[in-house]
């Protein structure tokens, strides 16, 4: 098979487009898709501080790779969720490839905040993911805001997105409907959230950073078995191998038909929050979770 683009010999096929490239054409078409989602949605500008928030794994370090290849200021996150075995791997990557990039890297110690996710799940019982989720996504904001960053850049590819999109739809959960896409805009104290990876796969993203030799965490965690989301990546990999192209008309369907209707509604979904009185954060409740979560674990003693 030959590359499109130049002709020579092709490295990665993509079916979803009827296409195939060499490795640097490849690249070519990978950093332009992340280009066609920035510019489709203004999600970036040049001068503005973007804090990164990455796993270790492939997506979340190929993104800060294409942000630094494109000359986007992007500093990196990393939530330490300090899962023996998992974690401490994780941080040896992203700490590699930043130094490797001589890039910027902030790092959150849970046990010096008090919560370590496995103390966490052993005082609530709650699901992993769920878990984990509600910690990752204060850090997330809280350090965004509290740093002076201008938007949070996270590594959400299009199987993400369709396999979440298909779940909100089969349960019509219009909270959720009202506030998917590639952008969340910035309110009371959150700052702006963007999905730059948005239009490509897991497959195109593993493929860039093997191809780019960006050297990813590829174990999943632990705690993640039996996750729901993983099965709904099932069904929609299933429906991408007869029908290529089938995620990509999914979300575009959903962002251009469905999407507009539901803009108007952001505002009126949106329960009214107020401040957490201990750290600022954005909550409906008299103190937010995480500050909840950290007294009951250190009274627990836990």
Same mark, same amino acid.
């Given at each position: ?173 219009? +909270? $959720? ?7 969340? %805009?910035?309110?009371?104290? &959150?700052? !702006?959230?963007?999905? @730059? ?52 008309? +999914? $979300? ?7 999407? %507009?209707?539901?803009?108007? &509604?952001? !505002?009126?979904?949106? @329960? ?31």
């Amino acid at each position: 098979m030959k590359c499109r683009r130049c002709g020579q010999e092709a490295e990665v096929e993509i079916r979803s487009h009827h296409t195939a490239f060499c490795r640097e054409c490849f690249f070519v078409y990978f950093k332009r898709q992340v280009q066609r989602a920035i510019k489709d949605w203004q999600m970036l500008r040049k001068q503005e501080r973007i804090l990164v928030a990455v796993s270790g794994g492939k997506d979340s370090l190929t993104l800060w790779d294409v942000l630094l290849d494109l000359g986007y200021d992007a500093t990196g996150l990393f939530v330490d969720l300090k899962i023996d075995g998992f974690s401490e791997k994780a941080k040896e990557k992203i700490e590699a490839f930043a130094q490797s990039r001589k890039a910027k890297l902030i790092i959150v110690d849970l046990e010096k905040e008090g919560i370590p996710i496995p103390k966490v799940m052993k005082h609530t019982g709650k699901e992993p993911c769920s878990v984990c989720g509600q910690v990752k996504r204060y850090y997330f904001n809280h350090i965004a805001y509290t740093q002076r960053f201008h938007v949070l850049a996270t590594g959400h590819n299009l199987d993400d997105e369709t396999s979440r999109l298909l779940a909100n739809l089969l349960r019509w959960q219009m +909270f $959720y409907l009202v506030d998917q896409g590639p952008v969340l %805009p910035p309110a009371n104290r &959150l700052v !702006k959230k963007v999905k @730059p990876l948005y239009r490509l796969t897991e497959y195109e993203i593993a493929a860039y950073a093997f191809l780019k030799g960006i050297d990813y965490f590829a174990e999943r965690c632990p705690f993640s078995q039996g996750a729901t989301f993983l099965k709904y990546k099932h069904y929609m990999n299933l429906l991408e191998y007869d029908f290529p192209g089938t995620k990509l008309d +999914f $979300y575009q369907g959903f962002l251009k038909k469905m999407k %507009p209707f539901l803009t108007p &509604l952001q !505002k009126e979904e949106a @329960p009214i929050a107020h401040l957490c009185p201990q750290c600022g954060y954005p909550t409906l409740a008299p103190v937010c979770g995480i500050c909840r979560l950290k007294e009951e674990i250190k009274k627990a003693g836990i």
